[in-house]
């Protein structure tokens, strides 16, 4: 009777035992889906290109070729010329693309441009950290930094500059509005207009102005604003805040701050 009864309770033990294994079981099944599913971070957004196959990592792409992922899963695709076209899926940290890209014109790209766009094809992984994007293909990695703490899109006040030769910081005495759009950055100041081509080196924090600036007028503006406007060549390095921007040049320190936050005090 004792040993049926030692029976009974071994085998009810071994029940017990069983189910929470089989529990423990779903759970962390359940818990390693979900993690799954917490690594799938959405892609929307507008990024710039740092390097793809053609180019190595150690010779980063020298042109900005700008991708956007929509909401509406559209995906778009500034080239040297070119604006093109797609629509895309996200699932399980997979891109998939609809076969075929439409592009604004039919030539006058490089070759390089080109191949990027022959890569978005087909379903690829991809991963984000942090402002990093990488999107593998069988050619190799296309690595995208996020725009968002870029300056593409956004205006500026001047406010001030300061020469490396003098710790003085002079303040500019009229407005003048600084914009940068993805291929062109403009200046406007008392009377004229001016603007000229941009390169963007958003994994350096850097921008190259490799012409002169084009200006709506040939005279009439102040000797400070025009003083502004040839400090704007070259190679520049910058700094980004919220709402401060600082431009190191040449030969000085050019401090701005977000257009929009000027325009509500006035």
């Not at 599913?37 to 507008?46: A, F, H, L, R, Y």
């Not at 075929?100 to 984000?128: P, R, V, W």
Request: aromatic share 10%.
């Amino acid at each position: 009777m004792i040993t049926l009864r030692k029976h009974i309770f071994f085998f009810f033990l071994c029940t017990l035992l069983l189910n929470a294994c089989n529990k423990k079981g779903t759970v962390d099944k359940a818990t390693t889906s979900s993690s799954k599913t917490e690594k799938t971070v959405s892609p929307v957004g507008t990024w710039t290109v740092i390097s793809f196959p053609s180019n190595t990592q150690e010779t980063p792409n020298q042109k900005s070729y700008i991708v956007h992922f929509d909401a509406d899963n559209s995906m778009g695709l500034t080239l040297d010329v070119n604006t093109c076209g797609t629509s895309y899926k996200v699932k399980d940290g997979m891109l998939t693309f609809q076969e075929g890209m439409t592009c604004t014109e039919a030539c006058c790209d490089s070759k390089e441009a080109n191949f990027l766009t022959s890569q978005f094809k087909g379903s690829l992984h991809y991963s984000i950290e942090g402002s990093l994007m990488t999107i593998k293909t069988d050619k190799g990695d296309i690595k995208l930094i996020n725009n968002k703490d870029g300056i593409i899109g956004t205006s500026w006040t001047a406010m001030s500059y300061k020469n490396f030769k003098s710790d003085n910081l002079t303040k500019f005495e009229k407005t003048y509005r600084l914009s940068f759009d993805k291929k062109r950055m403009m200046l406007n100041l008392d009377v004229n207009t001016c603007n000229t081509n941009i390169n963007y080196l958003p994994q350096i924090s850097t921008f190259e102005l490799p012409d002169g600036m084009g200006c709506t007028r040939k005279c009439c503006d102040s000797k400070e604003g025009i003083a502004l406007m040839n400090a704007l060549k070259g190679r520049i390095t910058y700094q980004k805040t919220d709402n401060q921007l600082t431009l190191n040049t040449a030969t000085q320190e050019i401090n701005f701050v977000l257009y929009k936050e000027i325009s509500k005090e006035e």
